[in-house]
């Protein structure tokens, strides 16, 4: 029950031949986030902002905030990997960053409105990558791994999805819905 409540979604998997497809819809995904997210938390009050999704969790405010955080790290990694030649990126603590008193008081909407501006920007690039930009890869400081601006885009797909699916389910569970 734990791993479920952790990876509503599984595990991030991303397959070894990317399709343009799947990018397409992979896109489609972090494109379509920022409404689908503000849809599922629009009329939460701020008791229910700060219950966590599951025992030793976020609460659904630090998980919004966390979306923000995490994905501009990750727009910035793909102009870094645009414009330098596999860089290693800049790491950040995560978990360090949503005990922040931002990030655990801040209003939603903050974030909500970040994430949209941010999102449109990002899919903005993302669309206009040529298959020579996709195959550029950043190296990760922690695993040493080289990652690819396609596996990238899956990755965020996935975290978008993994997060909005944290929220609902803690929705069903509560009957919030």
Same mark, same amino acid.
């Given at each position: 029950?734990?791993?479920?409540? =952790?990876?509503?979604?599984?595990?991030?998997?991303?397959?070894?031949?990317?399709?343009?497809?799947?990018?397409?819809?992979?896109?489609?995904?972090?494109?379509?986030?920022?409404?689908?997210?503000?849809?599922?938390?629009?009329?939460?009050?701020?008791?229910?902002?700060?219950?966590p999704y599951r025992d030793g969790g976020w609460t659904v405010r630090?998980?919004?905030?966390?979306?923000? /955080?995490?994905?501009?790290?990750?727009?910035?990694? !793909?102009?870094?990997?645009?414009?330098?030649?596999?860089?290693?990126?800049?790491?950040?603590?995560?978990?360090?960053?949503?005990?922040?008193?931002?990030?655990?008081?801040?209003?939603?909407?903050?974030?909500?409105?970040?994430? =949209?501006?941010?999102?449109?920007?990002?899919?903005?690039?993302?669309?206009?990558?040529?298959?020579? /930009?996709?195959?550029?890869? !950043?190296?990760?400081?922690?695993?040493? /791994?080289?990652?690819?601006?396609?596996?990238?885009?899956?990755?965020?797909?996935?975290?978008?999805?993994?997060?909005?699916?944290?929220?609902?389910?803690?929705?069903?569970?509560?009957?919030?819905?």
């Amino acid at each position: 029950m734990l791993e479920h409540l =952790k990876y509503p979604i599984g595990q991030v998997h991303i397959p070894t031949e990317i399709t343009s497809e799947q990018i397409a819809t992979w896109i489609s995904d972090i494109e379509n986030f920022p409404s689908t997210l503000e849809k599922l938390v629009k009329n939460l009050s701020e008791e229910q902002l700060n219950t966590p999704y599951r025992d030793g969790g976020w609460t659904v405010r630090q998980t919004i905030h966390h979306c923000g /955080d995490s994905h501009v790290n990750s727009y910035v990694r !793909f102009k870094w990997t645009l414009t330098e030649n596999q860089p290693t990126i800049k790491a950040y603590y995560e978990a360090s960053w949503a005990e922040l008193f931002d990030t655990k008081n801040a209003p939603i909407e903050l974030s909500l409105l970040f994430i =949209k501006a941010l999102h449109a920007k990002w899919v903005y690039l993302l669309k206009g990558l040529s298959d020579t /930009d996709l195959e550029k890869v !950043f190296i990760h400081p922690e695993s040493g /791994d080289a990652v690819s601006l396609k596996k990238n885009i899956g990755i965020y797909a996935w975290h978008c999805n993994h997060h909005y699916a944290h929220i609902e389910n803690l929705l069903i569970r509560n009957n919030w819905v």
